[in-house]
């Protein structure tokens, strides 16, 4: 999979998530509002996407209405998210790829090639890096866990 940096019309940030030349996914994100419209075959979505807790060290995903979908947090020097009741561990690859696992790195969940200009800290799309990863690797998560737990479903 691969995060580009897309063309936006209304002057927002905008990336697509392609897979093997299809495109799962489309995000535009809004840096004044926090707000990520997301598009994914059928579904549209907007989530929230704000820094809360002590400091505003942690980011938090919101969904239009409010509801907390998901969180960042660090264990054991190991970065996660949240989202939902799954954690999923995550590294970023100094702006190549970002990596996604539950149990170890070595049997990753999804690696995503990231575009130059996404991971960069003067980035064209607008916002900084580490702002735009946070962005991209929270979506990335919720769009993964549907595949997740239909794969659970079918181990047990």
Request: with cysteine.
């Amino acid at each position: 999979m691969k995060w580009e940096t897309v063309t936006s019309t209304i002057g927002h940030s905008a990336f697509a998530l392609w897979n093997n030349g299809k495109k799962l996914m489309t995000l535009v994100f809004n840096p004044a509002s926090n707000a990520a419209r997301v598009e994914s075959g059928a579904e549209k979505r907007v989530f929230l996407i704000r820094k809360e807790g002590f400091l505003r060290s942690r980011t938090v995903l919101r969904s239009e209405y409010g509801i907390c979908l998901g969180r960042t947090g660090s264990e054991n020097n190991q970065q996660f998210v949240e989202v939902g009741d799954q954690r999923f561990f995550y590294e970023v690859e100094e702006g190549k790829a970002l990596t996604i696992y539950q149990e170890s790195l070595e049997h990753p969940l999804a690696v995503c090639e990231l575009d130059r200009s996404v991971a960069s800290e003067q980035p064209a799309s607008g916002i900084p890096g580490s702002q735009a990863i946070s962005v991209l690797l929270m979506t990335l998560c919720w769009y993964l866990l549907p595949a997740i737990r239909d794969n659970r479903l079918l181990q047990q």
